[in-house]
């Protein structure tokens, strides 16, 4: 079954405490982002990447880091979490950009105390 | 880019046909123009892309005139289950440049 997958799916932290959430997806696709969705806000991109070891900042990368090693996987990183950082965060994949179809992760919801 | 706008809001009966519009004044040529849906917690799922004209699915229709400033989501015979947040968003296949819609909120009431 093409999907993404996101883990893990809630997690309560606390400030500062570095914590890493995984995205993968098995449909071979180049392109992956992370978005962020707050409370009427809608959905904002945190970093995307357009291939391996290729990434580039969104509308809202500070405090966070993204890799991509490997084209399946691209895991988001929070060196120095804080509350503002509180947030539902989605990982997404397409084959050639964000105007193509994305397929969206099911969501992780962080809390961070 | 595109800035797009949308009802924040719309609400419907069952069985009835919502039309949702996203007004994208700015669009470029190459931008493709995409709706998807999102229940509470979960991840948006894709309804359908076009380009121009009209575009079915088993779903959903996608009407975009000929100046392609705006286009309507068409979802006919609504149920309950359609209950969702719909957002339109405007980018090209490939590259960076996108803009998601802010969401509307559809309710079907019985």
């Known amino acids: 079954e093409a999907q993404v997958t996101q883990n893990p799916r809630y997690l309560i932290t606390v400030t500062g405490k570095k914590l890493t959430v995984t995205c993968s997806q098995n449909?071979?696709?180049?392109?992956m982002s992370w978005y962020r969705q707050d409370p009427g806000l809608g959905l904002r991109q945190i970093y995307y990447?357009?291939?391996?070891?290729?990434?580039d900042k969104g509308d809202v990368p500070e405090g966070y880091k993204v890799s991509r090693k490997e084209k399946r996987n691209f895991p988001l990183i929070l060196e120095s979490p804080s509350p503002n950082q509180t947030s539902l965060y989605f990982c997404?994949?397409?084959?050639?950009?964000?105007?193509?179809?994305?397929?969206f992760g099911p969501g992780t919801r962080l809390l961070v105390l | 880019l595109a800035k797009t706008t949308q009802p924040i809001s719309m609400d419907s009966y069952e069985g009835q046909e919502v039309n949702i519009t996203c007004s994208h004044n700015?669009?470029?040529?190459?931008?493709?123009i995409t709706w998807y849906q999102q229940f509470p917690s979960q991840g948006p799922r894709f309804i359908i892309q076009?380009?121009?004209t009209k575009v079915t699915n088993e779903v959903a229709s996608l009407f975009i005139p000929a100046d392609r400033k705006s286009s309507t989501l068409s979802l006919p015979r609504v149920s309950l289950s359609d209950t969702a947040v719909y957002y339109c968003?405007?980018?090209?296949?490939?590259?960076?440049?996108?803009?998601f819609g802010p969401g509307t909120r559809l309710s079907v009431l019985p």
């Open positions: 700015n669009i470029a040529t190459n931008d493709y």
């Open positions: 449909m071979n696709h180049e392109y």
């Open positions: 997404a994949s397409s084959f050639g950009g964000a105007g193509e179809t994305q397929y």
């Open positions: 990447s357009m291939n391996v070891e290729v990434t």
């Open positions: 076009g380009y121009k």
């Open positions: 968003l405007v980018g090209a296949h490939y590259g960076q440049n996108f803009v």
